[in-house]
C-alpha cells in the first residue's frame, strides 16, 4: 500500500497550484495591458488629468453590441478576418500593443523623450490619463468579453498555441478598447501641437486601433468607442484654459527641435 501525502506535501502542492493560477491570472492580464506611454518607461500614477471627466462615458457611448445580434456577428467575423494578415502586420500589431508615444513619434521626425521634450510629454501624459478615466469607467460597468476570450483564435498578441472560448473569464475589460483610446488621444493631441503632420497622425491612430483586432484583444465596435470617447475628451481639453497654456509651449519645444 502506497504511503499517502504528508500534509505539508499537500500543503505544498496546493502553493504551487496557487502559484500557477496565479502567473495564468498574471499572463492574461499582461496580455491586454495599457502600452507603456513613454520611453524609457517610468509610472504614471500619480499624472494629474486635466479635469475629471470620467462620467463622460455615459453621455458618449451606447452599450456594446448584445451576443447573437447582428452587430455582434459582425463584429465577430472581422475579427476571424484580420486573423489572416501577413507576418509583417502582425508584428506591427504586437508592438503596437506594447508602446504608445514611440509608435508616432517617426511621424514627427524626432525621438518623443522626456529629456528632449518634457513640455510635450506632461502634455499626452495628462491628456492620455484623462482619456483613461471613462474608458475604464465604461470597461467595469460594460464588462464585455475580449475575442480570445470567446473565440477559438490561432494567433493572440502576447501568446503562443490557439486561444480556448472562457466565458467565465473574471478580466472582462473589452468595451470600450484602452489602446484605441490612448492612441487616438495621442494622435488628436499631436495633430494639435503640429498641425502639418494631422492627416499622417490620424491615420496611423487607426492602424493602432485596428492593431487590436489583429491581436485579437478587440472587436471593432470596442475600438470605435475608443475613438468617440478620445475624441470628446479632446474637444473638452480645446476649451480648457491650462491645456491650451501646455499646448502652445509643446509646440514652442518641438519647433525649436524640428
Same mark, same amino acid.
Not at 488629468?49 to 451576443?67: G, I, M, R, S
Not at 511621424?107 to 523623450?113: I, M, N, P, S, Y
Not at 486601433?209 to 484583444?217: F, K
Given at each position: 500500500m502506497q504511503n499517502e501525502p504528508s500534509p505539508r506535501s499537500k500543503r505544498g502542492a496546493q502553493a504551487l497550484?496557487?502559484?500557477a493560477t496565479l502567473l495564468s491570472l498574471g499572463a492574461e492580464v499582461a496580455r491586454a495591458a495599457s502600452p507603456e506611454w513613454e520611453t524609457p518607461a517610468v509610472s504614471h500614477k500619480?499624472?494629474?488629468?486635466?479635469?475629471?471627466?470620467? +462620467? =463622460?462615458?455615459?453621455?458618449? /457611448?451606447?452599450?456594446?453590441?448584445?451576443?447573437?445580434?447582428q452587430a455582434d456577428r459582425d463584429d465577430v467575423a472581422a475579427v476571424l478576418a484580420r486573423q489572416q494578415v501577413d507576418a509583417e502586420r502582425r508584428a506591427m500589431a504586437e508592438t503596437d500593443g506594447e508602446l504608445l508615444y514611440?509608435?508616432?513619434? +517617426? =511621424?514627427?521626425?524626432?525621438? /518623443?523623450?522626456?529629456?528632449?521634450f518634457p513640455a510635450l510629454i506632461d502634455l499626452l501624459n495628462r491628456s492620455v490619463r484623462q482619456a483613461g478615466q471613462p474608458a475604464f469607467a465604461a470597461k467595469t460597468l460594460y464588462r464585455r468579453l475580449r475575442p480570445y476570450q470567446r473565440l477559438t483564435l490561432e494567433h493572440v498578441c502576447g501568446r503562443t498555441g490557439?486561444?480556448?472560448p472562457d466565458p467565465d473569464a473574471q478580466q472582462r475589460t473589452s468595451y470600450p478598447s484602452g489602446h484605441s483610446t490612448y492612441g487616438w488621444t495621442t494622435a488628436l493631441v499631436l495633430a494639435r501641437v503640429a498641425p502639418d503632420k494631422a492627416p499622417a497622425l490620424l491615420a496611423r491612430a487607426r492602424d493602432y486601433?485596428?492593431?487590436?483586432?489583429?491581436?485579437?484583444?478587440h472587436f471593432p465596435s470596442d475600438v470605435?468607442?475608443?475613438r468617440q470617447l478620445a475624441t470628446a475628451v479632446v474637444s473638452q481639453l480645446d476649451l480648457n484654459p491650462e491645456f491650451q497654456r501646455d499646448l502652445q509651449r509643446a509646440r514652442a519645444e518641438l519647433a525649436a527641435a524640428r
Open positions: 497550484f496557487l502559484l500619480n499624472v494629474k488629468p486635466y479635469v475629471d471627466v470620467t +462620467p =463622460l462615458h455615459a453621455t458618449t /457611448l451606447p452599450p456594446p453590441p448584445e451576443e447573437g445580434t514611440d509608435r508616432f513619434a +517617426p =511621424l514627427l521626425g524626432v525621438e /518623443l523623450r522626456r529629456d528632449r490557439t486561444s480556448k486601433a485596428e492593431s487590436r483586432l489583429i491581436c485579437g484583444m470605435e468607442a475608443g
